[in-house]
């Protein structure tokens, strides 16, 4: 296994993290984790290297608004001689604080259901603007001081899942440690994308990657055109493999999140993870990849640019975003985790059944799509 430097902290982690919101469960039940599994999936990655376990309040839950088994789980497991060998990082709920006691009541409930005393990383959760918003007018900013000064959390981080400017924004307003960002060869230009990814590194934060396989789709079902280009590659690997050493490739990723299900696909990435990175892809590889983002990207459905001349929209529809996530979900064959991101990203107002047909949007945009048309599209596949 390989170490990188967490930013500025001193510590060293394990370029593989395990993520911890798709254990195995029992008849696909999420909140019932199956926990003889899990525990020998576990058990083997931290046995050979993995220092690094990340985990949320939410996960493996039925209700993304309540406590899920995922931290419950891992304090039952971490508490039979584990805890000290890893990097423990939970999340604070975002989109439920409503007081600022809220904060303090969240990462109370935590390090009871965490059994830990202390968590080594805290994030604040997928912020976006309006979770930010309301954060920063409850004073996030003298609870994330008092939590660190008091010892319950020795280092301060957030995951994000907005644009570049927002990022920026925050990274701003305060001394933060670590932060968590969506990337993958698909992804280099959705939300921060590789822009946010080489800011993070100039500055010396440490820099974790969620979504490298884009939960699981750069590797399950793979369209037969995209395998056959990663056939043509000089050096065979998999698709695993490939969207890996992209990731680890790229200057200033300190680590990537796997949210592993089976003990195969651990004992396979932690193979990857011993190699030697980065700087071990060719010219021609790299090439490669973007020959596959390309074919990837020829699957989407609505020819938009994202070029933002269709906005504002007099009814507040998010046009450019609506088309984003509705192309992914066509390119990649996930209508639910598109869905989840749309529904996620925009406000109610914000979606494609707002959109009232008036048409002034079609005049503006320079493909001549006829937006009210492919938003009813949208409306269709994502629902209300």
């Known amino acids: 296994m ?52 990340d985990t949320a309040y939410s996960y493996h839950g039925t209700d ?7 931290e419950p789980f891992l304090g039952e497991f971490l508490s039979t001689g584990y805890r000290e060998k890893v990097l423990l990082s939970t999340k604070l709920p975002s989109w439920i604080v409503e007081k600022k006691e809220d904060m303090e009541y969240f990462l109370d409930q935590q390090l009871k259901r965490l059994q830990t005393d202390h968590i080594d990383l805290y994030l604040l959760h997928s912020l976006k603007e309006d979770y930010w918003k ?4 409850l004073d996030v900013f003298e609870f994330m001081d008092s939590i660190q000064s008091d010892g319950r959390v020795k280092y301060i981080g957030f995951s994000f899942h907005d644009e570049l400017e927002l990022l920026l924004e925050i990274l701003d307003s305060y001394d933060w440690d670590v932060v968590f960002t969506q990337m993958n060869y698909l992804d280099e230009s959705y939300q921060s994308g590789l822009n946010g990814l080489q800011y993070l590194s100039s500055i010396g934060l440490g820099n974790v990657v969620m979504e490298p396989l884009r939960g699981g789709k750069l590797v399950n079902n793979v369209p037969p055109e995209i395998n056959e280009l990663w056939n043509t590659a000089k050096t065979k690997r998999s698709n695993v493999e490939w969207a890996f050493k992209y990731l680890w490739d790229i200057e200033g990723v300190t680590s990537i999140l796997s949210g592993m299900s089976t003990l195969d696909q651990v004992k396979e990435n932690i193979a990857l993870a ?22 990837y990207k020829e699957k989407k459905d609505i020819d938009c640019t994202l070029c933002g001349y269709c906005m504002p929209c007099p009814y507040k529809v998010d046009i450019p975003t609506c088309f984003k996530e509705y192309n992914i979900a066509k390119m990649l064959d996930n209508v639910e985790a598109s869905s989840m991101q749309y529904f996620s990203l925009l406000n109610e107002e914000n979606l494609a059944s707002s959109c009232t047909d008036c048409g002034n949007c079609v005049n503006m945009c320079p493909q001549r799509i006829n937006i009210p048309k492919e938003l009813k599209k949208v409306k269709k596949l994502f629902g209300k």
């Open 64 to 70: 993304f608004n309540k406590g899920g088994m995922s």
């Open 134 to 137: 309301n954060l920063t007018s």
């Open 2 to 53: 390989l170490y990188r430097d967490l930013g500025q902290t001193g510590e060293k982690v394990s370029i593989l993290g395990f993520g911890c919101m798709r254990f195995p469960t029992i008849n696909g039940k999420d909140d019932q984790i199956d926990k003889e599994k899990t525990a020998k999936m576990l058990s083997y990655g931290i046995d050979n290297g993995i220092n690094f376990i």
């Open 274 to 295: 011993s190699n030697g990175y980065p700087n071990s892809l060719t010219k021609e590889e790299k090439i490669l990849i973007k020959e596959v983002s390309m074919a």
